[in-house]
């Protein structure tokens, strides 16, 4: 075979015979086979009937690849990477418009009901974020905590209004120092709420 009929073939200007396809596979050591791009699968519908006899009708394709139970698409798996193990994360816009992960964990049950969850608070709340939640809560204790009276503040407090008064000097004297000696040390900075 000429290298102008080769030339002819490659642009595409005439159209190789079986023969000549033969010819140039063995030339190059390969199959003709090789000549054809692995046709791509196309994927027909399968009619819906075909692979099932006449009073079994299925509705889901027998040979489908597609998962039965699909996760919500804010649901995602994660493959194991270094220290963090496989597990779920949740992806949700909260009431102020942000896009917020949540990590939860092993459990894909877990992350679906967690999604939901999350959805319908949104839905309930308007203008519900869990970020903004956090930041209110940790406000919350750090005012309480401002208020809060040490063991040690409440102490003195006590000893000074009372036991000075109702007791005798020695007896007073001893309570301060079982407080200083034995209180304080342990306790005295602990809030005396808690
Ligand atoms: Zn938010």
Redo the contacts with the bound molecule.
């Keep these: 075979m000429g290298f102008v009929t080769v030339s002819r073939i490659e642009n595409d200007h005439i159209s190789p015979t079986v023969a000549m396809l033969e010819k140039l596979a063995r030339a190059l050591g390969i199959s003709v086979r090789e000549f054809f791009p692995p046709a791509r699968r196309i994927k027909r519908r399968r009619p819906e009937v075909a692979m099932v006899d006449e009073n079994t009708q299925r509705t889901r394709d027998p040979w489908s690849t597609k998962k039965k139970d699909p996760a919500p698409r804010g649901v995602h798996r994660f493959d194991r990477r270094g220290e963090r193990p496989a597990g779920w994360q949740i992806l949700f816009t909260?009431?102020?418009?942000?896009r917020?992960k949540e990590w939860i964990g092993p459990g894909k049950s877990d992350a679906i009901k967690a999604w939901h969850s999350r959805k319908n608070r949104v839905h309930d709340e308007p203008g519900w974020?869990?970020?903004?939640e956090q930041r209110q809560l940790e406000a919350t204790r750090r005012a309480r905590e401002a208020q809060a009276v040490t063991v040690r503040q409440y102490a003195e407090q006590w000893l000074t209004a009372h036991v000075a008064h109702e007791y005798r000097e020695r007896t007073a004297e001893q309570y301060r120092s079982t407080f200083k000696h034995h209180v304080y040390p342990a306790f005295g900075e602990c809030l005396s709420g808690s």
């Design positions: 909260c009431g102020q418009h942000h917020h974020c869990p970020r903004e």
